[in-house]
């Protein structure tokens, strides 16, 4: 055992590159796996680490020892879970741009976008902090004579997420904290393309206080992901990813009879109406296609330009341009690579095809290069118009810097647009009507609404709840629902007995 988050492994005629070992029991553990994959960092196209796949013995190992940990966490009083969320964010703000910088290393994000990441993630913390009242039940007294009814809120065993590239901070950071303060034990899978950041996390809340095998961390792909899901002590699973992979990962879980929420893929709008500010639309449009290379579930793809607003377009291309790629530690950099060179390859075909279909490339970023990283995975801000809803450019989402606009000639064809769209992630709309914002959030069919706010990410107080083809499942990330998902309710009816009083059979269903 090692408390380091990396080990050597050196292969004959080559640099050393550190393997990533699992994380069970509190400690680090090299994998016996003979089956690696290489962690990237996507600016440079150089391997930093190898990531093991899992073997079977390892993954059941970390899930029966989660089962152990299991009986004694469920009985740790809520005040100390809730010191335990305490101590962690402490310590999670204290290392907040090591976190970042390392986040940075294998994902090419921006450190400003990294600290970001790290943030968002420690405000879910935060809220679990606030786990007592969360998990306080409900009582009623007399509802018949001398009997009351109560709930109590229990949690429910061992769960299980499985994180994607993209957040490597974040999304583990809004399943882990809530479910370990509801009473549960852990098991974590993040995403094979970014594993250190999960295992750094894992060994802050260690030092936090945390028991052993409360968090327990295993690494792999599909095959792995599969056994988890099928794996009979395993109560819950929530995942972020693609559209298809979520439903799948649905479909398995639930089959297995697991509580499954699977978080997938997007196609948000923002509709800009003719009275808009056009100045903080064409700087929100810009900044929200293209944060993060357009690696967000939440990122604006598509711009709904009513009437008059496709006057933006010229204001739009020349501000997209603006917004150059770089490595992390570049300050000018407004954003970072694509995680792979398949990834770039994905987004290429797809920009390409929307020119074979006949819209306008207005920007094109297909050729980006980035001075000293020629290898990275760069794509440069992409912006199409004269966009028709039948191009696969409109139909998919990207997952790249790439921004389509349509036009439409009023509020209630932008409406029908979005709601004919199968994913419903999230939207916005830019305008100084209230009644036309009002009537937008009132008739989209998607789950979270920004009213002259791109990104409606919502606080943790708030869950996060995508809708249509971007979920799949009933209770959702964080907040309220998330102590939901992670706990299930007992209702207890009681009644004392007065020695002095002495009823004949009740053969009824009646409470008396």
Known sequence: ???STVSDSTQSGALAIPTVPLYINGECCASASLQTLAVTNPAIDTPIAHVPLATEAEINHAVAEAKIAFEAWREVPVPERARLMLAYQQLLKTHHDDLATLLSSETGKTFADAKGDVWRGIEVVEQAANIASLMMGETVENVASEIDTYSLIQPLGVCCGITPFNFPAMIPLWMFP?????????????????????????????QA????????????????????LAHPDIRTVSFVGSAPVAKAIYQTGTQHGKRVQAFAGAKNHMVVMPDANYAQVVNHLAGSAVGAAGQRCMAISVAVLVGEAVTILPNLKRAMAKLKPGVWD??????????????????????????????ECELDGRQCQVNGAPDGHWFGPTL???????????????FG???????????????????????????SIFTASGAAARKYQHQVHVGQVGINVPIPVPLPFFSFTGWRGSFYGDLHAYGKQAVRFYTETKTVTARWFDDASLEGPNTTIHLR
């Open 401 to 427: 810097p790439v921004l389509v606009c349509v036009a439409v000639a009023n509020l209630d064809e932008a409406i029908t647009l979005v709601n004919a769209n199968p994913f419903g992630n999230g939207t």
């Open 178 to 206: 809530m479910a370990v303060a509801a009473g549960n034990t852990f098991v974590l899978k993040p995403s094979e393309q970014v594993p250190l950041t999960a295992m750094r996390l894992a060994a802050l809340f260690t």
């Open 330 to 359: 570049d300050e000018t950099a407004a954003f970072g690579p694509l995680i792979s060179a398949q990834a770039k390859q994905r987004v290429t075909a797809l920009v390409e095809s929307g020119i074979q279909a006949g819209a």
């Open 209 to 228: 206080g945390a028991p052993n095998g409360v968090l327990q961390v295993v690494h792999g792909g599909q095959a792995q992901a599969e056994q988890l």
């Open 384 to 398: 199409f118009s004269q966009v028709t809803t039948d191009m696969a450019i409109y139909q998919e989402e990207i």
């Open 1 to 3: 055992m090692s408390n």
